[in-house]
């Protein structure tokens, strides 16, 4: 494979990609395991769909439909969560349902013969353009600037929200901020994984870094790095074996979770056994 990477232009997108994707879900992958908004942004992928079927209808660039889809969910889903002082489970269901809905509905009311929606729903690095890769860039350099200028903000936000209102750091802007930068993650994942697999690669790296690491920088490095290695991974499975890139990397993602969830049972239950014996 290595050899078809010089070779093949669509090779070389998608390894800088992969690359490219890693960044920014090593980072925003921490903030959505500690902050616990799993769930969250699995509606916010899902609401996105609603803007890829209009973008099929209004015959504009299906992903700037599902990126005004998606930051208008982040923002509607948590706004009626502070608004309401309950959980944002019950908001968070109602834009998955209704983005999905519009996305089919758009779809259908497109003229002419249906588009396939397979690339945005399970994702297909092999087809990365160098448009979508200018586009990840810039959604990457974005991000990256938002948490280096806020970094002490999200530290004190993520470690404990009523701290940092303690301290005078405007929680809600960093509530939205946050928000906000999840949205733009899961539009920079949609080609890669699909917004079906998105959670895959967005919470396995972090929560793997998790098991093995209570230090912010450290759990946002090792969730990069861990990202990196499904993405080639997953791509060179793809490759070999010819079966969907982005099923091949939600897979790997969660049989890697799986398994450091298992190592870390184990070695805790040894170093237990070890300070029992110790202390006989």
Not at 50 to 69: D, K, R
Not at 133 to 160: E, H, K, P
Not at 251 to 258: T, V
């Amino acid at each position: 494979m290595l050899k078809a990477i010089f070779e093949y232009n669509f090779l070389q997108n998608a390894f800088l990609c992969s690359i490219l994707i890693s960044i920014v879900c090593g980072i925003i992958g921490t903030v959505i395991i500690l902050k616990k908004l799993t769930m969250m942004s699995g509606g916010i992928a899902h609401t996105s769909f609603g803007g890829v079927g209009l973008g099929y209808f209004l015959g504009i660039e299906p992903i700037i439909g599902a990126f005004v889809f998606a930051v208008a969910a982040a923002i509607g889903i948590g706004y009626i969560g502070k608004k309401s002082h309950r959980s944002s489970d019950i908001a968070t269901g109602i834009f998955w349902s209704a983005g999905m809905s519009l996305g089919i509905l758009f779809i259908a009311f497109t003229p002419g013969y249906p588009p396939d929606i397979s690339s945005y729903l399970f994702g297909d690095i092999l087809t990365v353009s160098k448009t979508d890769l200018l586009l990840t860039v810039i959604l990457d350099a974005i991000v990256v600037f938002l948490v280096i200028a806020f970094y002490n903000c999200f530290r004190a936000y993520l470690f404990d929200d009523e701290f940092a209102a303690v301290i005078r750091i405007n929680v809600n802007l960093i509530n939205n901020i946050l928000h906000v930068m999840i949205a733009l993650t899961i539009v920079i994942l949609i080609r890669a994984v699909g917004i079906v697999l998105v959670l895959a690669l967005l919470t396995a790296p972090a929560a793997v870094a998790r098991l093995f690491s209570s230090n912010l920088k450290s759990i946002m490095l090792l969730s990069v790095f861990i990202s990196v290695v499904l993405c080639f991974t997953g791509l060179w499975a793809s490759y070999r074996f010819n079966v969907a890139s982005g099923a091949s990397i939600a897979l790997l993602s969660s049989l890697l979770y799986f398994a450091a969830h298992l190592i870390k049972k184990i070695s805790d239950h040894i170093t237990d056994r070890k300070m029992k014996n110790q202390g006989n």
